[in-house]
């Protein structure tokens, strides 16, 4: 028996109770179909609302008609209300079960579900639901099925969960908070114009939307526009001065900048958010552009503590041990890191440079080899090339990387080129 008839009666109920409200109310029964009395008697409490009453008297009948589905999407919906969400679970799965069809118990168990983090259970219960005709519960409650499926698809298919919200907007009319959503999953697809805006109509709506700010701070990130994201960030932060996102959305600006102010900002945030990997990444890479080497590797041995097979945290680790002259650690720690990620030339630019500093010019060079798959070659490389062929006493090779190394140093490294010119005197004399 499907629950097909009007929901006006109940709307009251579900606007009472806070937690029945994300539930779809029980629907009076049609003019041609007869409750039974005790079913009744206890839609007329929920109506009231009188929960406990409700619930006793569904419980007694339940007892001698456990498989009647109208009295078990009754009782969830009660247990719903009553805050007693597993019992609330239990009862709209069996309702589920008694009635396949029943849209209204698929959507409040893919709801609940839902509210609970269950979302692997919820998605496929609320995808049953969009396939059914929601009948009186109407269009709007369909729509909030589509809505809740976006927002569980956004975290693994945020392409699919755009289409759920395409979906939900098909049966109701676009708010505010569906426009976020639309900005965030365009902005996660990497289609930033359109994200900017999106985020840019929300703020048109509500100028003062911290989320959409953040957000639109991002996307400009994003673009590499860092100077209006910093204007926009610097205007919200007058509005909500403790806002951590917007905070560490500047910071993030003001690093891209290359502004002064990104470290004090950055070293103020880690203090009040010790925890925050992100944030402690940033300062760590901030204070060793800044040349505090020591205090950057501190955080970076922390970091790693937690999650010692993080290539990024290697590689900053690994550099900052070469800025302290720390040669063999600096080659353990890159050798780690080109291990586990072998396509971040980072890694073998480490690499190749603390293999040289610890006399093992072979490894240097399958360095600089692998490196050159992902980054053109620079002043140092044609350096590390030519010092490594030397040491070999591959002659030829020495040759042709020093002169490419003087044509690139171009009188920028006066000691690097007196030494390059001083072995070319040598390798070019005639045996």
């Given at each position: 028996?499907?629950?097909?008839?009007?929901?006006?009666?109940f709307?009251?109920?579900?606007?009472?109770?806070?937690?029945?409200?994300?539930?779809?109310?029980?629907?009076?029964?049609?003019?041609?179909?007869t409750?039974?009395?005790?079913?009744?008697a206890?839609?007329?409490?929920?109506?009231?609302?009188?929960?406990k009453?409700?619930?006793?008297?569904?419980?007694?009948f339940?007892?001698e008609?456990?498989?009647d589905?109208?009295?078990l999407?009754d009782?969830?919906?009660?247990?719903?209300?009553?805050?007693?969400?597993d019992?609330?679970a239990?009862?709209?799965?069996?309702?589920?079960?008694?009635?396949?069809?029943?849209?209204?118990a698929?959507?409040?168990?893919?709801?609940?579900?839902a509210?609970?983090?269950?979302?692997?259970?919820?998605?496929p219960?609320?995808?049953?639901?969009?396939?059914l005709?929601?009948?009186?519960?109407?269009?709007?409650?369909?729509?909030r099925?589509?809505?809740?499926?976006?927002?569980?698809d956004?975290?693994?298919?945020?392409?699919?969960?755009?289409?759920?919200?395409?979906?939900?907007l098909?049966?109701?009319?676009?708010?505010?908070?569906?426009?976020?959503?639309?900005?965030?999953?365009?902005e996660?697809?990497?289609?930033?114009?359109?994200?900017?805006?999106?985020?840019?109509?929300?703020?048109?709506?509500?100028?003062?939307?911290?989320?959409?700010?953040?957000?639109?701070?991002?996307?400009?990130?994003?673009?590499?526009?860092?100077?209006?994201?910093e204007?926009?960030?610097?205007?919200?932060?007058?509005?909500?001065?403790?806002?951590?996102?917007?905070?560490?959305?500047?910071?993030?600006?003001?690093v891209?900048?290359?502004?002064?102010?990104?470290?004090?900002?950055?070293?103020?945030l880690?203090?009040?958010?010790?925890?925050?990997?992100?944030?402690?990444?940033?300062?760590?890479?901030?204070?060793a552009?800044?040349?505090?080497?020591?205090?950057s590797?501190?955080?970076?041995t922390?970091?790693?503590?937690?999650?010692?097979?993080?290539?990024?945290?290697?590689?900053?680790h690994?550099?900052?041990?070469?800025r302290?002259?720390?040669?063999p650690?600096?080659?353990?720690?890159?050798?780690?890191?080109?291990?586990?990620?072998?396509?971040?030339?980072?890694?073998?630019?480490?690499?190749?440079?603390?293999?040289?500093?610890?006399?093992?010019p072979?490894?240097?060079?399958?360095?600089?080899t692998?490196?050159?798959?992902?980054l053109?070659e620079?002043?140092?490389?044609?350096?590390?090339?030519?010092?490594?062929y030397?040491?070999?006493?591959?002659?030829?090779?020495?040759?042709?990387?020093?002169?490419?190394?003087?044509?690139?140093?171009?009188?920028?490294?006066p000691?690097?080129?007196?030494?390059a010119?001083?072995?070319l005197?040598?390798?070019?004399?005639k045996?």
């Amino acid at each position: 028996m499907r629950f097909s008839a009007v929901f006006l009666m109940f709307i009251a109920c579900a606007a009472v109770s806070g937690r029945a409200q994300t539930a779809v109310p029980p629907a009076p029964a049609k003019v041609a179909e007869t409750l039974a009395p005790a079913v009744a008697a206890a839609e007329a409490l929920i109506v009231k609302p009188d929960w406990k009453a409700a619930e006793a008297k569904l419980a007694g009948f339940l007892t001698e008609h456990p498989d009647d589905a109208r009295a078990l999407f009754d009782a969830g919906y009660v247990a719903d209300a009553e805050n007693k969400l597993d019992d609330a679970a239990a009862f709209y799965g069996r309702a589920v079960k008694a009635d396949p069809g029943s849209f209204e118990a698929h959507v409040s168990l893919g709801l609940l579900l839902a509210r609970q983090g269950k979302l692997d259970d919820a998605r496929p219960e609320l995808d049953v639901a969009t396939q059914l005709d929601p009948g009186a519960a109407g269009p709007e409650v369909k729509a909030r099925a589509w809505r809740a499926l976006a927002q569980i698809d956004r975290r693994d298919d945020p392409a699919e969960a755009s289409n759920d919200l395409l979906e939900a907007l098909k049966l109701t009319p676009e708010t505010p908070r569906d426009t976020l959503l639309a900005a965030e999953l365009a902005e996660a697809t990497n289609q930033l114009d359109e994200a900017e805006k999106a985020y840019r109509r929300v703020l048109g709506v509500d100028a003062r939307n911290t989320e959409a700010e953040a957000g639109l701070a991002h996307v400009l990130i994003g673009k590499k526009q860092y100077a209006d994201a910093e204007e926009l960030l610097r205007k919200g932060l007058e509005q909500a001065p403790d806002d951590q996102a917007m905070t560490a959305e500047l910071a993030t600006a003001l690093v891209a900048e290359d502004k002064a102010e990104a470290l004090p900002l950055l070293k103020k945030l880690h203090e009040k958010n010790p925890q925050d990997a992100n944030l402690a990444r940033m300062l760590a890479a901030t204070l060793a552009e800044a040349g505090d080497a020591a205090a950057s590797d501190q955080l970076y041995t922390t970091l790693l503590a937690g999650a010692p097979k993080d290539p990024g945290l290697l590689i900053g680790h690994g550099q900052n041990l070469i800025r302290q002259l720390k040669y063999p650690e600096a080659f353990q720690a890159f050798t780690k890191a080109t291990e586990i990620d072998p396509v971040d030339p980072d890694g073998w630019s480490g690499l190749a440079f603390a293999a040289s500093k610890t006399g093992q010019p072979s490894i240097s060079l399958h360095a600089l080899t692998l490196r050159s798959k992902y980054l053109p070659e620079n002043v140092s490389t044609y350096f590390l090339w030519a010092t490594s062929y030397d040491t070999l006493h591959d002659r030829p090779a020495a040759i042709t990387y020093y002169h490419h190394f003087l044509e690139a140093a171009a009188g920028k490294f006066p000691d690097q080129e007196w030494q390059a010119r001083q072995r070319l005197l040598l390798l070019e004399k005639k045996p």
